[in-house]
């Protein structure tokens, strides 16, 4: 297993609060991925990387900003929360080809109020 | 845009059955990964197929993907306990980025 972490585990903050969620790889991979997971919508992704300081947006950008100032690392900042923020979101590494296999870390469930 | 469909989205049965979980597309994908995810945590890999017609198996489980590499199949032999989770597809698309399918929520009763 590619040893990823995110902190924090749980958040509730207030409506207009920004927010900075954390991510750390051990496995040096080069691509790590941001995703949200609703009922109903399975995951979507949010932002990729695919370096340091390079990053993509995915299909539900609005409303989150990414940084990559390492490999190990990669932040998902909500800059004023909303409630249709509030979910469960995942971080993963991987996406070599050709398998673009993708390894997961926990999750942080987050409440916006 | 690719698309992934995963049917059924539940299903309940009970130990000892066989099952059957499907992943369909209209678009080509260069790989296939399924997942399995439990309450609280994160998904995790079981398996990643690349060849057209290529079947593997993990123990009880065995994946196929199909001729075109546009659909796959999960098959469970004797489901247990153990096995019930969420189940994810995933296609390798392009630019490194998979589309995933909504999932199936397999329920193993004892």
């Known amino acids: 297993d590619a040893g990823i972490t995110q902190s924090p585990r749980h958040k509730v903050t207030e409506t207009g609060t920004p927010v900075t969620l954390r991510c750390h790889q051990t496995e040096n991979h080069r691509y790590m991925y941001w995703y949200r997971q609703d009922p109903g919508h399975g995951l979507r992704l949010i932002h990729y990387s695919y370096g340091v300081k390079d990053t993509d947006k995915g299909e539900v950008s609005d409303g989150y900003s990414v940084s990559r100032s390492k490999t190990e690392d990669f932040l998902l900042t909500l800059e004023s929360a909303t409630s249709s923020q509030t979910s469960v979101y995942f971080c993963?590494?991987?996406?070599?080809?050709?398998?673009?296999?993708?390894?997961f870390g926990p999750g942080t469930r987050l409440t916006v109020t | 845009t690719q698309l992934l469909e995963q049917s059924p989205q539940f299903l309940s049965i009970q130990e000892g059955e066989n099952l059957t979980v499907y992943c369909n597309s209209s678009?080509?994908?260069?790989?296939l990964q399924w997942y399995r995810q439990e309450p609280g945590e994160g998904p995790v890999l079981l398996v990643t197929?690349?060849?057209?017609?290529e079947v593997k198996k993990l123990k009880r489980l065995t994946f196929q993907f199909g001729d075109a590499r546009k659909d796959s199949s999960l098959h469970i032999t004797a489901a247990q306990p153990g096995d019930t989770g969420l189940y994810l597809c995933?296609?390798?698309?392009?630019?490194?980025?998979?589309?995933f399918g909504q999932g199936t929520r397999l329920t193993i009763n004892p």
């Open positions: 197929v690349v060849t057209g017609g």
């Open positions: 995933a296609g390798g698309g392009g630019a490194q980025k998979l589309v």
């Open positions: 678009s080509v994908f260069s790989s």
């Open positions: 993963s590494s991987g996406g070599q080809v050709p398998s673009y296999e993708q390894y």
